[in-house]
Nanobody, 126 residues
Framework: QVRLVESGGGSVQAGGSLRLSCAAS????????MGWFRQAPGKERLGVAT????????YYANSVKGRFTISRDNAKNMLYLQLNSLKLEDTDMYYC???????????????????WGQGTQVTVSS
């Protein structure tokens, strides 16, 4: 059974940090692009960061560059997102997603991803 399970969300004050994790199972993880996406109620789901199977090609949305770090552990089938210097506007539901890798940079577009987790909520307060 193909499955992604996120964890690590929570409530934090502005300027604080969180580390999100995503556990993958049911597919050959090391052959897949992985991505983190976020979505506020009533708004479009947007790409935050993506990483190719080898971890050598990484994409970040401009809004998180320098603050968030995506990483993966292929031996453990795990994906991570380190969130530092959190801002109020980072409050969202965060999802991890997977899609088979072919070449180049892994897409930050939701339509490119076929496997999704259930999401983990990040709430940043002042």
């Amino acid at each position: 059974q193909v499955r992604l399970v996120e964890s690590g969300g929570g409530s934090v004050q502005a300027g604080g940090s969180l580390r999100l994790s995503c556990a993958a199972s049911g597919f050959t993880y090391s052959n897949y692009c992985m991505g983190w996406f976020r979505q506020a109620p009533g708004k479009e789901r947007l790409g935050v960061a993506t990483i190719n199977p080898g971890g050598t090609s990484i994409y970040y949305a401009n809004s998180v560059k320098g603050r968030f770090t995506i990483s993966r552990d292929n031996a453990k089938n795990m994906l991570y997102l380190q969130l530092n210097s959190l801002k109020l506007e980072d409050t969202d539901m965060y999802y991890c997603a997977a899609t088979p890798f072919y070449s180049g940079v892994c897409s930050p577009l939701t339509r490119g991803y076929s496997v999704w987790g259930q999401g983990t909520q990040v709430t940043v307060s002042s």
